[in-house]
């Protein structure tokens, strides 16, 4: 029987518990990672949800100012489309101090009907 004289190096290669300690380490960066991409990506969609409805406030809005008409006072609801999603635009319509001018706020609300965005102008009667 032939007996090897005892090693100075010490074996190579990883103990368990430095494996099990790495992978744990790995899984913890994934976790923060994929925590991290979903949070970019509901924030992209909220800007993009609020962009698609700053799109139909102002289409409302531009619309009141070329019609050159006087708005009556009150509330009134209309949809709009854009890229292919459904919003509402409550349409508000106010008195100012001055009676030759009028508020008007755009509130657009998606299908659940959150609020995203509010606009305000003020229409002068000439």
């Not at 001055?98 to 000439?126: A, C, K, W």
Request: proline share 4%.
């Amino acid at each position: 029987m032939t007996r090897f004289p005892p090693s100075r190096h010490r074996p190579r290669g990883f103990t368990l518990v430095e494996v099990l300690v790495a992978v744990a380490i790995v899984a913890i960066a994934l976790a923060a990672g994929s925590r991290a991409a979903g949070t970019l990506l509901g924030n992209a969609q909220r800007l993009s949800d609020v962009t698609l409805a700053q799109w139909c406030a102002g289409n409302a809005l531009a619309g009141l100012k070329l019609s050159r008409q006087y708005p009556d006072l009150g509330t009134s609801t209309a949809s709009c489309s854009q890229l292919g999603r459904q919003f509402t635009n409550a349409l508000k319509v106010q008195a100012t101090l001055n009676p030759s001018f009028r508020r008007i706020d755009v509130t657009v609300t998606d299908e659940s009907g959150q609020n995203l965005v509010t606009l305000s102008t003020v229409l002068s009667r000439y």
